[in-house]
């Protein structure tokens, strides 16, 4: 019987590569991602290795935890002040204590006047402290005053200058113009590490500029004298300074931030995990069907080996076997070629843009082994179990039957499907509802997951009608009526191969319907409550808001026309007890009106010097009244005792406390982010916004823009996921492809002699390969219209989910749902060409002999 199985494996190639190509791109999938975050990771522990191979002892104020607001990953910073510099070079066992100033920040104007960009390194304005052996001078010297300043290879090639260049850099403060003296490399000859941004300033502006204050530190790099090591020394200046301060060896330092990358490299993983399941989820009704094909073809042959003495569990070991061999085939090619993603991906994470990792050797690690062949092997298995257990139930009878195996009812599986869809949308809307705690996010993939089975398990029942309905559009030829009955004659295998395509389209229509209504959101919140004709702002996915100079709030409010303008400043205060986003409004009325802020309680006016407001929501929880006392610390003042002079109602656009002009010097960056300005009645909108633009030329990384300009600005980030989520599940999508190509390739098999007939009474090649093409479009827009309801009901679940989180508006993507059913034509065209081709080349005579 193995021997027999393995024959037929083998005369089959053809049908063994299909069958295992879905495996082959899910594995290859699996093993690359695991493949790219092992390499990742042992090249970030080179890298932090070797940024802390001169560090024994760092010592700074331990930082406070994230803030409560509009932005959890801001931190209170706290800086090291000279005193404590003095105290530490005064310990016992320190040999050298090195005032250290490193903050991110710092952002270089290129030489075509844009700012140098980064995803993910840091942009890091630092105090000069000389050279060492991980950094040295490549060209120039180091800087000598406060108006010349250094910067790393890296840096100079993106922003195109060399020695000698006057060089615009924002910090802390607006633009200002530095000579470039010197450039650095790090050992190795590297532009930079890890791809970061390094300016390094004099000793004398570096703090002012970084910091926001003169003469303080965000560190102090200590050097064990002598007979000591860094823990010795490290517990004796723990000692000193107290609980205040987080004292670290560098061995330390390097261990944590190494945690941190692959923590973030860990997150990364599992997104290309997610997308790999999707795939093999995919691949699994491509087997599923191949194999209900084959023992279908083989019915005959099956039954002749039931007649001569096999047993049922020799039947079900048989088709088992050749999912094995498949199985290891698709698992060992994909490990092969996920090596090679993965080590491509590495490459391309290491030298592409602004990036400059040195990679470490590419290894494999045993995760990428173990979860290729485990889940190739099971997901093979799994999806050749029921044809399996099919090919037990043939009756050796049936060796003596002309005819095929006649389709079953659908009524089991329509009561099952039915079972599962709505289980699976129970346990969807209890974990978008957060009713399952701590594993509501797994309720929501698997109540995703459930659904998606049971809409494949009820897509037989839907296939004959819907099918008909749209072969109908087609059925205008001999073809295509020949076509369109092809394609509703087995409504179990038209649906698993369009549920294949269902899955990839459903998934990236749903995601498309919570953009596109939150798109719609943004916009109704910014027609029903903004008012401001004009918004200045930088763009919205960077890590640091963007700010502009102070100045331009009295140039702007003198604009002829400008009848309101105020600028907000952003920060973190300490203050009810924990860390908070704070803003800071030059004019509350002006703000009020043009964002519709109406009074709760109390009144929304200008603040005096300790006077503040708050929002209701959180005044609430906090139990506060007007008139109550509020503890306010910023980063560079005092704790102060405010009093709250009004609460305003709930609003979309603004939340938290509201401070006092009189505080902006006591902010971190004492430069607003965001300005509104309200035009006259009559005046051109676009000639104020021409002036305002230029008034911010020395702020790059803001624009003005008129309400629909921003809020286009502000949606732009949800494109770039989009694309994003489409290239990634574009590999399902090609999945589906192959499955449909797969179906009917052994399907123009399968009726070999039934071809042959058609050709024999007249039906020419052209016409041959039109009736396969038009098979495959009614399925592959099957599957594309299944998916396409399936994906907006999906989005609609998780719009309604969010609704308290600022999605007030649910809109469908029309106009991506049109392409996407376009695109289902389009697939069935390209998956139609081999299968028609193959038709096409049938022989007449030997078609039908056939036997």
Not at 755 to 782: C, D, K, N, P, W
Request: glycine share 12%.
């Amino acid at each position: 019987m193995l021997r027999a199985t393995l024959k037929s494996v083998l005369s089959r190639k053809l049908r063994l590569v299909l069958s295992g190509l879905a495996v082959v791109l899910g594995v290859m999938f699996v093993s690359g991602a695991f493949v790219l975050t092992d390499t990742l990771g042992r090249s970030f522990d080179g890298l932090f290795a070797t940024a802390f191979q001169n560090t024994d002892v760092t010592v700074s104020v331990k930082s406070t935890g994230p803030a409560q607001g509009f932005d959890d990953d801001q931190k209170l910073t706290a800086t090291v002040k000279p005193e404590t510099l003095e105290k530490v070079r005064g310990i016992d066992g320190v040999a050298k204590a090195t005032g250290i100033v490193s903050a991110d920040g710092a952002r270089v104007i290129g030489s075509n006047g844009k700012v140098i960009t980064s995803f993910g390194p840091p942009r890091l304005g630092e105090n000069w402290t000389g050279e060492n052996d991980l950094v040295k001078l490549r060209e120039g010297r180091a800087p000598q005053s406060g108006t010349e300043v250094v910067m790393n290879a890296g840096l100079a090639k993106s922003a195109g200058v060399k020695v000698g260049d006057q060089v615009g850099v924002l910090t802390t403060q607006p633009k200002k113009t530095f000579t470039l003296v010197g450039i650095t490399e790090y050992s190795g000859g590297r532009d930079s590490l890890g791809g970061s941004m390094v300016v390094s300033f004099h000793e004398s502006v570096a703090a002012e500029l970084m910091l926001g204050t003169p003469n303080v530190y965000s560190s102090v790099d200590v050097k064990a004298a002598a007979g000591k090591t860094p823990e010795q020394v490290r517990d004796s200046v723990r000692a000193a300074l107290g609980d205040s301060f987080e004292v670290k060896t560098g061995a330390e330092l390097q261990k944590a931030q190494t945690a941190g990358a692959k923590e973030a490299l860990g997150f990364f993983n599992k997104i290309l995990l997610g997308f790999a399941g999707v795939a093999l989820f995919v691949g699994t009704f491509l087997i599923l069907n191949t194999f209900s094909i084959i023992v279908a073809q083989r019915t005959r042959e099956l039954a002749l080996m039931r007649a001569i003495g096999a047993s049922r569990k020799q039947m079900i070991g048989s088709v088992l076997v050749e999912a094995v061999l498949i199985g290891l085939f698709a698992s060992a090619v994909g490990l092969g070629l996920g090596i090679g993603v993965g080590s491509l991906l590495a490459w391309v994470f290491g030298n592409v843009g602004s990036a400059s990792l040195e990679l470490a050797g590419i290894g494999v690690p045993p995760a990428a082994i173990i979860s290729a062949f485990s889940v190739g092997m099971i997901i093979t298995l799994v999806a050749a179990l029921l044809p399996a257990m099919r090919a037990s139930r043939i009756p050796p009878v049936a060796a003596l039957q002309e005819a095929a195996t006649p389709d079953r009812p659908l009524t089991k599986v329509t009561v099952v499907g039915s079972l599962v869809t709505a289980g699976g949308a129970t346990l969807l809307l209890l974990g978008l509802n957060d009713k399952l705690g701590d594993s509501s996010l797994y309720g929501f993939f698997g109540g995703v997951l459930l659904a998606f089975i049971g809409i494949a398990l009820l897509t037989p029942m839907l296939a004959r009608p819907i099918v008909g309905v749209i072969g109908r559009l087609m059925a205008w030829s001999v073809p295509g009526k020949l076509g369109r009955l092809n394609s509703a004659r087995n409504p179990r295998r038209t649906a698993i191969t369009a549920a294949a395509l269902m899955v990839g389209i459903a998934l990236i229509t749903g995601v498309n319907t919570v953009f596109t209504s939150a798109e719609a959101s943004i916009q109704k919140i910014a027609d029903k409550e903004v008012n401001a004709d004009l918004i200045i702002s930088g763009d919205p996915s960077d890590e640091r808001p963007a700010t502009f100079d102070p100045a331009v709030i009295d140039k702007t409010k003198a604009i002829s026309g400008v009848t309101g303008f105020s600028a907000d400043y952003f920060d973190v205060a300490h203050a009810l007890g924990e860390d908070r986003s704070v803003t800071i409004m030059t004019d509350v009325p002006a703000y009020a009106k043009m964002f519709k802020l109406t009074a709760k309680e109390g009144e929304i006016r200008a603040l005096g010097p300790d006077e503040v407001l708050y929002d209701e929501e959180r005044a609430k929880e906090k139990g506060l009244h007007v008139g109550a006392t509020i503890e306010v610390q910023l980063a560079r003042g005092q704790p102060r005792q405010m009093k709250l002079v009004g609460i305003y109602a709930k609003s979309s656009t603004t939340g938290g406390l509201i401070l006092p002009t009189t505080l902006i010097g006591e902010l971190q960056v004492a430069q607003p982010s965001w300005g509104y300005v309200d035009v006259a009645d009559g005046v051109s909108v676009d000639g104020v916004r021409k002036q305002v633009d230029a008034l911010l030329a020395d702020s790059p990384e803001v624009t003005v823009a008129n309400r629909n300009d921003f809020v286009q600005q502000q949606t732009s980030a949800f494109d770039t996921v989009l694309l994003m989520v489409q290239i990634l599940l574009a590999l399902a999508v090609l999945i589906a492809v192959l499955g449909i190509i797969n179906t009917l390739a052994l399907s123009v098999l399968e009726r070999t002699r039934e071809l042959g007939l058609l050709r024999a009474i007249g039906l020419g090649r052209f016409q041959s390969m039109r009736m396969i093409t038009v098979e495959a479009i009614v399925i592959s827009v099957f599957g594309a219209l299944l998916g396409v309801v399936v994906g907006s009901g999906l989005g609609a679940a998780i719009v309604r989910a969010l609704k308290d989180d600022g999605f007030s508006t649910f809109a469908m993507p029309w106009t991506a749902m049109g392409t996407y059913l376009a695109l289902g034509a389009g697939i069935g065209v390209i998956a139609a060409i081999l299968p028609a081709l193959r038709a096409a080349r049938v022989n007449v005579l030997q078609a039908i002999s056939y036997e």
